[in-house]
């Protein structure tokens, strides 16, 4: 094992892993492999509200029949909230609570974020309305023209967000009680050494908020490469609520299916093998030349 590479997959046990999960799946371990690391598996169950009664132990028993086995310890977000709320208390009087409820919210924004949320206008910045109570707990971000964080994909290159214009004071607990995924992912990723990231394209615009939040907490940042999401017929990203189907591999050969689909889809050029053991072989191989070809060095 490499101590220099610690990765990661983080499914949400809403349902069972699809086509576009497993690409995710796929990329993340194939990048341990070639850089000789660990893989780990998180389940980010922190939204309880959307979790599927035994979606995560599915998620656990495919990941291992397609031959992809976990490094250590799984970890459920679920059974780690004390370890969010010390995270919000150390960033003391930059998080603040939030009155405003969605219509509220849609009503006053400043715009739309990339990802498609309201860029929250700071109502609640300077204390809550008279009479008014706490829905959701918000990080102040820096004012605009101090807000430029930047970092390098390591496919994508050099990107820059400005989180003040283009993401707004964000939430870190929701109105409905559950910790955000921002900070979660955080806390998570840093409580368990993770170095490098692999994940979806669909989080990109997250990326920003969460090196901001590493940086107040004082935390390393991961190296971050972002690959590109499935998506269906419409154009829309491959989910469980655009019909999505489950992989669900019976035998060896539907197994090496159902993988060599996602790799042709990463654009690793492999002929179709007959074992999951060749497949995997073979796999790392082109992620390897992949890399070799397509990285940009920070």
Known sequence: MSNTY????????????????LVAALASY???RAHHGQWLVRIEDI???RSVPGADTAILALLDSLGMHADGEVVWQSRRKQRYQDAADRLGSLAYPCGCNRREII???????????AIYPGTCRAGLPEGRG???????????GQDAITFTDRFMGTLTQHLALEAGDFVLKRADGYWAYQLAVVVDDADQGVTDIVRGADLIESTARQIYLQRLLGVPTPRYLHVPV????????????TGALAVLPGDEPAAVQALLEAARFLG???????????????????????????????
Not at 6 to 21: E, K, V, W, Y
Not at 107 to 117: C, E, Q
């Open 30 to 32: 194939l990048d341990a």
């Open 134 to 144: 706490m829905r959701s707990l918000r990080l102040r971000v820096p004012d605009a």
């Open 6 to 21: 610690i990765g990661r997959f983080a499914p949400s046990p809403t349902g069972p892993l699809h086509a576009g999960s």
């Open 230 to 241: 499935v998506r269906n017929a419409d154009g829309e990203k491959l989910s469980k609520q």
């Open 107 to 117: 009503d006053s924004r400043l715009g739309v974020a990339p990802d498609g949320a």
């Open 47 to 49: 939204d309880e509200g």
């Open 268 to 298: 690793l050029p492999l002929e179709r093998p007959d074992t999951l053991a060749s497949f995997w072989r073979a796999a790392i191989s082109a992620w390897s030349a992949l890399l070799a070809e397509r990285e940009v060095r920070a």
